[in-house]
């Protein structure tokens, strides 16, 4: 059996676990008025026990006997149970430090823990690259460093004494975000569709409509908001129900005519383009009632009044109003346009002509060639567009609550204002976790719906195998 | 005069109408006021918007200087025999941090290092880098394996080898890079006043804290305009040093 190299990447992980016992662990605060007071590790109860599994981890990442199944096993073992050993030492030091203070008294996580929790992410990394149960690792890590607060020994951490404060509200706003981010979605890819196709269709159109959604994606999502605040104040105010679903019906209605007259002439493209705008106008209606809907349900707030039903009722009745989820929405859908626009362009254009040639020759209709022919090709692409605008629109839903919308912001906003910082981060994490979860589930959605025939695994497989070879020799 | 400077001098005008406008204290107070006679105060009064300009493009600046030295410096050296071992740890932080939303990086900073310049600018700057340095290390590697050999054959050594050939190619997707991350920083500058710092984010929050459009007005115009030329700067900037990308 040859020597194998120390594991570079393990041992990275390793040296940021011991470097991050140098900054304080947790940070204490007697209560929210007074400025917080750092305690390192190693001055806590049990607080030898990380640096040695570090020093235990790094010594297996250093030797040379890793190709053994064995090793392999302890290696994904121990990096475990130091994935427990950093969330339990968390909660083993909150609980220490809480045993003397008043309820008042917030413990919170500081810098050497998240250093330790990047350090985990890190030596994680590199164990799954080795071969046999390591590769389990990551998972194995991940269920243990999260077992620890589902067991309840996070109860005297602040994060979860702030939880326990909000917990009726936690869940509903955490669903109105979904159902924000969702429905900006849905409205982008009404509009963004249709948009994609016309561009991939008509070179001439291609710069403009590319131009304009990459144009729209430039302006900062805040002053986006601000930008649409206006628009929506002067609307609730001056208009009513009746007018508005009367100037969206008309332009839907007269869209389509033009659309049907003059097909794929320029007056027809407009014409359908307006008819998308005024079907837009018409469930931008729906999705605020939606919301709206939602919100009373869940949160108790302004329920849904038949008033608003009304055709002269002013539109601020049905939620159109300056402040609220009306421009949020807006500019979610906005900001979901382009990657949702390009990648239906670009999957459109990557079908090779010879195969819609093809499709022709067999007799396919228009229709039917895109159906059948074009949208199987460009579809894996879209998916990879709805992905990007729905993690986009996701974060940036996040500042919906600074405009009076819903959402998981409001308690980093409550949190920013009342300087509460695990507050802040019980509305920042879930965010992040909540849009790598949403990424992976599209990302596999997406997967899933490309026909086998084109799915990249067979090249990627290969691919892998000669990024591994090296290791495979070393480890021979 | 070339298409390329015709687009040079139009940007200059740009930023000089830009520098002008924020300047322009008197006319936004004026303007507004007209606007909006119903508001108080039509302008923000604590800071001229020269000055929270001025802060906004700090914030920017000393962000992207670290972004751009960080960022191409970690994208070489993964890509050389030195640090070839961490690339596919770069390359898998690149692609996994390019999903947290910005905007929750910013304020995940904040219990971290508190309040202030510093949180902000770790924050964004942290973020920034994934852009950079994932498109340095794609840049660097789309340079064919049998031109770098014959490079090779030549007798060039690695310094050359990076500097005529690999530099080059990998130009135009590290200035791209170097552009998202700058509209990005830009936008994301814009809610640092939430976490304890200036910049033309302070009048907006401050206006949509009290209900007042001019407000919000006043620091959403100049920072729109603000990324779309650093937008159009960057892109002639591309032009400018790649010519041969068409």
Redesign the interface.
């Known amino acids: 059996m040859s020597r194998a190299r120390p594991d570079?990447?393990v041992l990275?992980g390793a040296a940021l676990g011991l470097a991050a016992l140098a900054l304080p662990w947790v940070n204490f605060r007697e209560n929210r008025l007074v400025l917080g007071e750092g305690f390192p590790l190693l001055g806590l109860p049990a607080g030898w026990l990380l640096p040695a599994l570090w020093l235990a981890l790094g010594a297996l990442a250093w030797s040379s006997w890793r190709s053994d199944a064995r090793t392999a096993w302890l290696g994904a073992v121990l990096f475990a149970v130091t994935c427990a050993g950093v969330s339990g030492l968390l909660g083993g030091a909150a609980s220490s430090l809480m045993l003397e203070a008043t309820p008042l008294a917030r413990v919170?996580?500081?810098?050497g823990f998240?250093l330790s929790v990047l350090a985990l992410y890190?030596a994680g990394?590199?164990l799954s690259?080795w071969p046999g149960a390591a590769r389990w690792s990551g998972l194995l890590g991940l269920l243990a460093f999260a077992a620890v607060p589902l067991l309840g020994w996070w109860q005297d951490l602040g994060l979860a004494q702030e939880y326990a404060n909000i917990a009726g509200t936690f869940w509903p706003q955490l669903g109105l975000h979904l159902a924000l981010s969702l429905t900006a979605l849905l409205l982008a890819l009404i509009l963004g569709l249709p948009l994609g196709l016309a561009a991939a269709r008509h070179e001439r159109l291609s710069g403009t409509v590319l131009g304009v959604a990459g144009?729209l994606q430039?302006?900062?999502?805040?002053?986006?908001?601000?930008?649409v605040?206006?628009v929506f104040?002067a609307l609730g105010r001056d208009a009513t129900l009746g007018s508005y679903v009367g100037w969206a019906g008309g332009a839907l209605l007269l869209g389509t005519a033009l659309w049907r007259l003059f097909g794929q002439k320029i007056a027809g493209l407009l014409g359908g383009l307006l008819a998308l705008l005024g079907v837009q106008a018409l469930l931008l209606l729906g999705g605020l009632a939606l919301i709206g809907m939602l919100e009373g349900v869940w949160l108790g707030g302004r329920s849904f009044s038949p008033e608003a039903l009304s055709l002269s009722a002013p539109l601020s009745a049905w939620g159109i109003r300056?402040?609220g989820a009306a421009p949020a929405l807006l500019a979610l859908t906005i900001y979901a346009l382009l990657p949702v626009v390009t990648n239906t362009f670009v999957g459109l254009r990557s079908v090779p002509p010879a195969l819609t040639d093809a499709a022709r020759g067999l007799g396919m209709t228009g229709g039917q060639i895109l159906r059948r022919a074009e949208w199987p090709i460009a579809l894996p692409f879209i998916m990879e567009g709805i992905r990007a605008a729905l993690?986009?629109t996701?974060?940036?839903a996040?500042?919906a609550p600074?405009?009076g919308a819903g959402g998981l912001g409001f308690f980093?906003?409550r949190g920013?204002e009342g300087n509460v910082?695990?507050l802040?981060?019980l509305?920042?994490?879930p965010?992040?976790l909540v849009?790598?979860l949403l990424?992976g589930l599209v990302g596999w959605l997406g997967q899933r719906l490309t026909p086998p025939g084109l799915r990249p695994e067979a090249a990627a497989q290969g691919a892998e195998l000669t990024e591994a070879s090296p290791e495979v020799r070393s480890v021979s | 005069m070339s298409r390329l400077g015709v687009q040079a001098a139009l940007l200059a005008a740009g930023w000089a109408a830009f520098f002008w406008l924020v300047s322009a204290q008197e006319l936004w107070a004026r303007v507004m006021g007209a606007l909006f006679p119903q508001v108080s105060t039509p302008v923000y009064e604590r800071n001229t918007l020269w000055e929270l300009t001025w802060q906004h493009l700090g914030l920017t600046g000393v962000t992207m200087t670290l972004v751009v030295l960080i960022g191409v410096g970690l994208g070489v050296w993964t890509t050389r025999a030195q640090g070839h071992a961490f690339l596919p740890l770069v390359n898998n932080l690149t692609t996994v941090g390019q999903t947290f939303p910005p905007i929750a990086v910013l304020f995940l900073a904040l219990p971290l290092v508190g309040f202030g310049a510093t949180g902000a600018v770790a924050a964004l700057t942290l973020y920034a880098l994934l852009p950079v340095t994932r498109s340095t290390v794609l840049g660097l590697q789309s340079v064919d394996r049998p031109v770098l050999d014959a490079a090779r054959g030549l007798g060039l050594s690695a310094a050359q080898r990076l500097w005529r050939l690999e530099v080059p190619v990998a130009l135009p997707a590290v200035l791209a890079g170097i552009r998202t991350a700058l509209v990005l920083t830009i936008a994301t500058a814009t809610l640092a006043p939430m976490v304890g710092t200036g910049g033309l984010g302070v009048p907006i929050i401050a206006g949509l804290g009290a209900d007042n459009l001019a407000l919000i007005l006043q620091g959403a115009i100049p920072v729109a305009l603000l990324a779309l030329l650093g937008d159009l700067t960057m892109r002639t900037l591309e032009r400018w040093l790649t010519p041969w990308v068409p």
């Open positions: 570079p990447i990275l919170s996580p500081a810098g998240w890190v990394f590199g690259r144009f430039t302006v900062p999502s805040v002053a986006l908001f601000g930008l605040l206006p104040s300056g402040i993690v986009l996701f974060g940036i996040t500042i600074l405009i980093i906003q920013v910082p695990d802040v981060l509305g920042a994490l965010i992040v849009a790598l990424s």
